[in-house]
């Protein structure tokens, strides 16, 4: 003769609708940091090689640079070019902080649909990555 508790095993529980939605609801959130994971990511790497650029340029004794405009160069002075080095690298800056809040909140959602469907599956739900 076994006991069981009103609400049963975890294991044996029904997947409410609502239960469902949660955890699509995490399955998006999750595909949706890794995005900005792989993109913050990238946009380091380019603000890095705008610095690297920033530190060439520091070397150069022309007078004159070639910037890549779309598909064409055109020349300008050193200091024009690396106000335009300034400018991209503050925007790529701009960029990445964007990532970074929206994967924070990203991050806390789902710390929170991990503690109620924990809560209300136990062990038999995995959330954790691999």
Do not use: C, W
Request: no cysteine.
């Amino acid at each position: 003769m076994s006991t069981s508790s009103a609400q049963g095993d975890p294991a044996e529980q029904e997947v409410r609708e609502e239960d469902q939605q949660h955890i699509n609801t995490f399955n998006k959130l999750n595909t949706r940091s890794h995005e900005l994971q792989a993109g913050v990511k990238a946009k380091k790497a380019e603000l890095e090689e705008y610095e690297d650029a920033s530190n060439e340029l520091m070397l150069l004794d022309d007078e004159s640079v070639r910037l890549v405009v779309g598909e064409s160069f055109y020349h300008v002075g050193p200091e024009e070019a690396e106000e335009q080095l300034q400018e991209l690298s503050a925007g790529i800056q701009q960029e990445v902080s964007n990532m970074s809040e929206e994967l924070t909140g990203i991050q806390n959602k789902m710390a929170s649909l991990k503690k109620e469907l924990y809560g209300r599956f136990g062990n038999s739900i995995n959330l954790e990555e691999d």
